[in-house]
């Protein structure tokens, strides 16, 4: 019977659908992004590397004036109304409880319905069905399909579907990557990108007409700019698995001026990858590999030289057993955060960390949380503002919230205003 | 103690609460169709032997006016709010992603809130509750019950349960029967007739006054009519163990004029069985069963005389050894369809899938998808449309609905509207 | 490498974390119910002791006009839009169905959106997340933490973690204990109370202006006061174990003149606990342990004597070793409620069973269910009305439901009326 054991013989027809969109996916980015489009509006979020500073910018205030209506009643009435006629699908076969439940609230806030798939092999997959007919089945179902899946590509694949589907006058949604494989987790840079954002804006509610806290830093740190130009990136531990580092040192390349430093032991699995190196030295990036925070660059040590601080986790879970050997001769302590190494870094330097971070290696101990460095948890909720600017701008009603806004806080001074909100 | 191992002694009060309405079950379907309404009106969804041509064209009429009214902003919040005080149950203990995600989806689009327990095994049956004291829980806590699951007439021992209820003046809900067992799907043929009542209405968007579409085809098909009637079906592949098959067969016969052509291997599991033959025989229906789409009936091969063909896929999962010893020895591939088939059917004839397909037998291949005439994503869609009318009709907002769509859309054709909707 | 099995060397940070809070934990309880509160109104919910018997009578109060408010379409809107812009966590690591629905339920009543995390072992615990770094990442994105675990004290750590945050300037929210481990379930307590609240009430929607239901019942039992107070409460089956017991027996000790009756076997497990034993002394309660319904206390068997019965099950998933043994020699169909048992109860004694009931053991057989004392199916509705109460309070919106509720129905008695609903 045909029906038997397909892989051992001819392709399957996942194998078949993947491949007919090999050509599409070996284009340069570039090329890519425009398909992303739609009237020239964001349409599928694929990869970081779609955004420019323009639209980071955009988002960016998009956030922050959600995060300000978010605040009052009548904010909240107005956004969970926004767009309460659609209805998400997060199909998440690949498990991540912190991405999934940002999303989720990202959607609640704007009033958007969840469903999900979160079970890698759904009933239909069991009866033979494939992968594109389970997204044309939630194509046919919901408004927005948000995917986190273990196969690379596989979110790329689905937005060329989409618009295949679109062209042929059938029915499409937008697709949104929230984290395919080990290559691309767009949403995250974003959030990343945003949280830098607002620590470099250098507001504070307290700041009094006379005196900003940005004046005060100036005295002791005369260079210093508002933005994220003309700073100074470090990013400490496991390097060269981190997804989120490679797409946050991707992006940071669009801003002027920035120099990125990369702190992690001299070992082909954590220390930075080839091909980002290479990435990054094409584009002209100021760029330095260091072992330590204690490793000095023109006589001063990088902890000193930091603007901000991007910790990471060892992804243990993605050992093989070479790197278990390896690591073992390696000193990790290093690669860990300590009440004596953050007093040294510059008083506005933020600290992140994608999170979860890991208890039983302590790359950042908890008694750090209360520095006011420490960024980590607002972090997190950043992330959920900057993935309802998306949705927003997706769904094309970004314009309203800002009209809105405008009308509601029309004769206050925005950055004041938006500053009190936590 | 006597809570042990209750199996090998006296019956379990399970047991004993399905005897407790045995007599009801067998009674004929006919005496028990009032017992699923109250006042009138539509209260429990148990069979799609429940529904006759008044019914199934009423709630055509009113999926026809809830998808119009999904394509504006006015009418989503119109819809949205007609029943966002309604929470919902789906109690899903046969797995179904996608019977399961078009009711969530219907619900979602009249604002019905849904709560899911899809556990075969919740922890309270782990503390010896019976099946009956898990469905009075969740009469307590919700407005409906929609229900799948493995055991035969349990959801018709529910709705029995739910009238003893309400009749002793204790709370009682509808419940809907989402597939029990190998017997009833009755959704699925509602949204199988509602596709095929779509397609035979023979309008389009692009309709002039002078000519219409029907017109057309009139001049290549002279005998052609609107409407279920005078039609010839086609059932493709296993016809035996289809209970989508027996469910919309049986439908079908309420309408005039109708012939049913089955296409099945002549195999004991995968032949029309004799119960379904004897009940169709016994409606005096025109009915042939065939081995190949290339037999002949009255000179003309199969596939030349479908007005619609329903494949379905081959339900491997349910083989036992005998099948597998059988089935090696047919010649399956006969009951997959080809694009050169395609193009003897014809030019109207959809063709319908309960879907999923299977990608390894290859029923339906994706080269047809683009075809015309395939029917079955959009299938998929119809189903949505009809569940969200099923509840309106049960909670008695269908008329709210239908005055709704006549203010706004009062001076206009409302087929030809209606078609503009995807 | 530092990240390898912590669990034989050092505490792990969740150790720590634990042991930050033993101090506090150790605490009398009164020194800790003002931390409860926040600006005088309830925020945290840990303990059934943290309800005096005003905050109690409120809560029934608001329980009751939110469930009249229920029945109308213009109470349902209303309710509907007060905390549609909240949103709510169930954290349920230790499974429970009806608990959960239940929550979702109130949740639902009120607009507020929920979303779950039930698997014991969330992906961010494998990467080594601390429990305490789960709930942070929860107080995040939501507004509300419900939490249900097998670890005693959790709840009450994580209500410390937030008033701690709450103090050094960072996001705090509310935390419901759903149940923690075999000390606390105090909203299971809460139900209880109300249900008992409810049906001493003694008002009927039948009462005339000439007779009520009270003052019939006057005439059998010239005694008998409206209200908890000046009754006899019996406890039967397994009070050892019994966490729903422990917690309505405390509570109970609240009100004036009331007695406890423990119908227990005399065997360690499953008969009263020392310690509860000498807490309801210490208040100086009337108190009865006996081993029979037909058991006589001043020459009266206990049966005819109770103004209230609270049935539980035998919990033999908790059984040891031990436990099976000592069972197998006891006679455990004394603690088994039967026909004739109920009809030597008095007329308008209510009985209450926490549920799940067991099928095997019996101890409430079905033929029950339709006696009018059977309180026990209500009595989970009862619990979806007073946990929205809760809810309410928590969110400070408790004032605007008197207020609409008075509007609406202000010309009218409003006892009449509530009793209405069902």
Known sequence: MSSESPSDQSPTQDELDLLHYELRI??????????????ERLRHVIFSGQFNVDMLEELGGIADKIRVLSKMREGQDFLIKLLHHKRAMLYFTQPSTRTFLSFMSACQILGITCNEVRDPTTSS?????????????????FDLIIMRSKLARLAESCAYLMNDLSETGNRSVPIINAGSG????????????????????????????????FDELRSE????????SNKVYGFCGDIG????????????????????????PNDPTLALKDDLRQRLADQGVRMHEVESFEDQIDGIPVIEQLDALYMTRIQKEHNDPNDEKHFAELDLSR??????????????????????????????????DDDPRAMYFRQARNGMWIRAALLATIFGVHHQITSFFHEEYGGVNDRVRMTNAK
Request: hydrophobic share 35%; aromatic share 10%; proline share 9%.
């Open 221 to 228: 740190y005369p260079e210093l700019t508002r933005g994220l």
């Open 26 to 39: 070996n284009r340069p980015v570039r090329m890519k992004i425009p398909e992303f489009l739609r009237d």
């Open 241 to 264: 698995r981190g997804r989120t580092v490679r797409s946050l040192a991707s992006l940071l390349t669009n801003y002027e001026n920035v120099t990125l430093i990369f702190i992690a």
């Open 335 to 368: 690669y860990k955060l300590s009440q004596s190494l953050v007093s040294r870094m510059k008083t506005f330097a933020p600290i992140l960390h994608p999170f979860p971070r890991d208890q039983h290696f302590g790359e950042i101990p908890p008694e750090i």
């Open 125 to 141: 997959e069991t009866k033979g069905e494939t992968r594109f007919d389970s997204i044309r089945m939630f194509s046919s179902y």
């Open 182 to 213: 080990a290559d691309e987790h767009p949403t995250q840079a974003l959030l990343d990108i945003y949280t830098l954002q607002r620590t470099f804006q250098f507001t504070d509610p307290k700041d009094s007409p006379i005196t900003t806290r």
